[in-house]
């Protein structure tokens, strides 16, 4: 499955962005669909995760209450509402899917997915 991110861009402290990430190629509500980040200077790390029918979700305790998972599998797409943004968010959001099954560690784990989209930059500027 190929994945597209997109919706990356500058934002002030305290705004909001949405990211999507669109697949194809692929059978979309077969994923577990995740996303991640990089900032500058540091590793990657796991954001959120969403399972196939988009019952469960699972967040980083760093953007719980203020980033949201969903995904429309009729769109193939998944997306990232990111409200009330910080200068620590500053990274490039990437997403990923997996055909694991769902568990809070693996969805947190980035060896675990098998697809990766190419990344979007998000600036949050204070």
């Known amino acids: 499955v190929q994945l597209q991110a997109s919706g990356g861009g500058l934002v002030q402290a305290g705004g909001s962005l949405r990211l999507s990430c669109a697949a194809s190629?692929?059978?979309?509500?077969?994923?577990?669909m995740g996303w991640f980040r990089q900032a500058p200077g540091k590793e990657r790390a796991f954001v959120t995760a969403?399972?196939?029918?988009?019952?469960?979700?699972h967040y980083a305790e760093s953007v719980k209450g203020r980033f949201t998972i969903s995904r429309d599998n009729a769109k193939n797409t998944a997306y990232l509402q990111m409200n009330s943004l910080k200068p620590e968010d500053t990274a490039v959001y990437f997403c990923?899917?997996?055909?694991?099954?769902?568990?809070?560690?693996?969805?947190?784990?980035?060896?675990?997915?098998?697809?990766w989209g190419q990344g979007t930059q998000v600036t949050v500027s204070s």
């Open positions: 190629g692929g059978t979309f509500g077969s994923y577990v």
């Open positions: 969403i399972s196939w029918l988009g019952r469960r979700t």
């Open positions: 990923a899917a997996t055909t694991s099954i769902w568990g809070t560690i693996v969805v947190a784990t980035q060896a675990r997915y098998d697809y």
